[in-house]
């Protein structure tokens, strides 16, 4: 039982490169979520998904697509990368009925 | 909309107690949640209060009151290990918004 995984772990972008993050989880849990962790700024929701087929918008989706693959996998797509999407990101994900969020070890993400 | 409070940074010395509070503005209010991060790592979750009152975990306590719209983590028997970013969030339920907010954090530092 791995939890929730992502790949990869590091990664460095030219401006205007894409790229997709990739997540996974392996409790059966239908809720996904991603996040960006900025330096003072804490965990900001990019998009959620609460169940296969849906997707919303969070509180910062400028920049950002999302694809919920199937339940155990939501990926996290940059068109054209900024280097104000520098940042690390956290997908989570969750159990009907529960509130705890189980994390994955992050992607840290610079844009040069 | 939601917003959370919570102290940037809080400093205490081994051995001791401290509190991190946070006090929170929600259209709908569930339960507050708390998440310990350390340097370098992932969210991991920490205790949740839908009730008014005390709850506690071996050294760590949660505590909220709804009528104040406020809540704090209690930490007691201070380790250098507790050394970490604390975060308070709030939730909404799975059949409704299915997200959870984030306060930007409180930074512990803790004295030998």
């Known amino acids: 039982n791995a939890g929730v995984t992502q790949t990869p772990k590091f990664q460095v972008l030219k401006t205007g490169q894409s790229m997709t993050l990739q997540c996974a989880q392996d409790m059966n849990h239908n809720s996904m979520y991603w996040y960006r962790q900025d330096p003072g700024m804490g965990l900001r929701l990019i998009y959620y998904?609460?169940?296969?087929?849906?997707?919303d918008k969070g509180e910062v989706p400028n920049g950002y697509n999302v694809s919920r693959l199937n339940k155990r996998e939501f990926s996290l797509r940059l068109e054209s990368a900024a280097p104000s999407q520098t940042s690390v990101y956290f997908c989570?994900?969750?159990?009907?009925?529960?509130?705890?969020?189980?994390f994955g070890p992050g992607t840290r993400l610079t844009v040069t | 909309g939601q917003s959370l409070e919570q102290p940037s940074e809080v400093t205490a010395v081994e051995g001791a107690i401290v509190q991190i509070n946070c006090t929170y503005q929600t259209s709908g209010f569930y339960g507050l949640s708390w998440y310990q991060q350390h340097d370098g790592g992932a969210p991991t979750f920490l205790s949740y209060n839908a009730l008014d009152g005390l709850e506690e975990t071996g050294r760590f306590s949660s505590f909220l009151s709804r009528s104040d719209s406020y809540g704090y983590l209690l930490l007691q028997e201070l380790q250098m290990k507790d050394s970490a970013s604390y975060f308070c969030a709030v939730p909404t339920p799975m059949n409704r918004d299915d997200k959870i907010i984030f306060g930007k954090g409180t930074r512990l530092h803790i004295l030998p």
């Open positions: 989570a994900s969750r159990a009907g009925g529960h509130y705890e969020q189980y």
């Open positions: 998904s609460a169940s296969e087929g849906t997707t």
